[in-house]
């Protein structure tokens, strides 16, 4: 649907009872657009070494005194299996930011691995899987990459890729981020670009609540989302982080940020309704039914984080970054064993 700069930022100016009937509206039309089912993507958190620093993020290059791990192939394809096994559908890895040959080639290698992985290599039965696909569905979020290394890891059998814009408006974006050619705004925005050039179905997503961020910004947000045409989008709460440059600046409080983020998700899918929107990790940080609140006002997927001893490892993003299993997803109900991509794609594809 349409909606204007000035109606959204009503919306998102809503209070909490309010929000209630804006939810139920935007869960109404996910149910009739992209069906009851909750889709899982398993996401298994690749490697913490990142080259960009970026004001905000737990793993910045400059980020002193954290141990920096890259998960071994066998790690990596015993996740995707896990992911098999459990009817996930897809997976989605995860990694700060690196462009070396040796790592791209590494990561054509691994897409290659894990879209071999089928129901029976992982000793699931005919009947057991009846309806299934029979490859698991396999998303990127690996930063800013060439064309030619997006073409390269299309070709090797991946079909989606996350790239938060993080602020769409450059002014943010740029007190957010340090100067220079490595973070600049219009390489992301031309990156953004690349990626559907290469054929991939484009996520990004803003992170809600950073300091200086106003309600034009958010609202501005979403219709940029909605110009773009997006495939995909998660986007959730500014978690303040320790240890960065950004850390102890003024916030709006723990229970704002929620609300808003459900806000904004609840308006994007009225905005978009056959997109496929994630209820972000970051919403269990501030509240621990925050990602089953989100996929009560709109969100269709939930990303469980599956990598291979992620407790004691170090991709902390933010501080009190949730440990994995802790989504209680007992009353929902989860479409299993469909890559599930999102119906927007599919229409735009066609
Ligand atoms: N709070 C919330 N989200 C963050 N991210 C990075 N640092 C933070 C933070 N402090 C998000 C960014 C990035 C994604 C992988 O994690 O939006 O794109
Ligand atoms: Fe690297 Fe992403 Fe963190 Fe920026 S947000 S420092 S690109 S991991």
């Not at 696909?133 to 979020?141: A, F, I, P, Q």
């Not at 929620?258 to 269990?284: C, G, H, Q, S």
Request: proline fraction near 5%; charge should be neutral.
């Amino acid at each position: 649907m349409t909606l204007s700069h000035s109606e959204i930022k009503e919306m998102l100016s809503l209070g909490e009872i309010e929000a209630e009937g804006l939810f139920a509206r935007a869960t109404a039309v996910r149910e009739q657009v992209c069906g009851k089912f909750i889709y899982l993507r398993g996401l298994v958190e690749y490697s913490n070494s990142c080259r960009k620093n970026c004001f905000y993020c737990g793993i910045r290059r400059e980020m002193p005194d954290i141990d920096r791990y890259t998960l071994s192939d066998d790690e990596v394809l015993d996740a995707a299996r896990f992911a098999m096994l459990h009817g996930y559908g897809s997976v989605v890895l995860q990694a700060g930011e690196s462009t070396s040959r040796s790592y791209t080639d590494r990561i054509t290698s691994l897409i290659r691995r894990i879209r071999e992985i089928t129901p029976a290599s992982v000793g699931l039965t005919d009947e057991q899987t009846r309806g299934w696909d029979t490859s698991l569905g396999v998303t990127l979020s690996l930063g800013e990459q060439s064309p030619e290394t997006l073409r390269e890891w299309f070709a090797a059998g991946a079909s989606r890729y996350l790239l938060r814009i993080e602020a769409s408006d450059p002014g943010l974006y740029a007190s957010i981020h340090p100067r220079g050619a490595l973070h600049s705004y219009d390489r992301r925005r031309k990156a953004l670009e690349d990626l559907r050039d290469a054929g991939f179905a484009v996520g990004t997503g803003v992170m809600i609540g950073l300091p200086g961020q106003t309600m034009d910004h958010l609202a501005a947000d979403l219709l940029f989302m909605q110009r773009e045409q997006i495939d995909m989008c998660g986007m959730g709460p500014y978690i303040d982080c320790a240890g960065t440059p950004m850390a102890g600046c003024e916030l709006p409080s723990g229970k704002d940020r929620i609300y808003l983020t459900l806000k904004m998700i609840a308006v994007l899918r009225l905005l978009m309704p056959d997109i496929n929107i994630a209820a972000a990790t970051a919403l269990e940080t501030l509240d621990p039914q925050g990602r089953i609140k989100a996929l009560a006002a709109g969100a269709n997927v939930v990303m469980p984080n599956i990598t291979p001893g992620a407790a004691a490892r170090g991709y902390r993003l933010y501080d009190n970054k949730p440990l994995p299993g802790v989504l209680d997803t007992e009353n929902l109900g989860f479409c299993r064993g469909k890559a599930g991509d999102p119906l927007h794609y599919k229409l735009r594809r066609s």
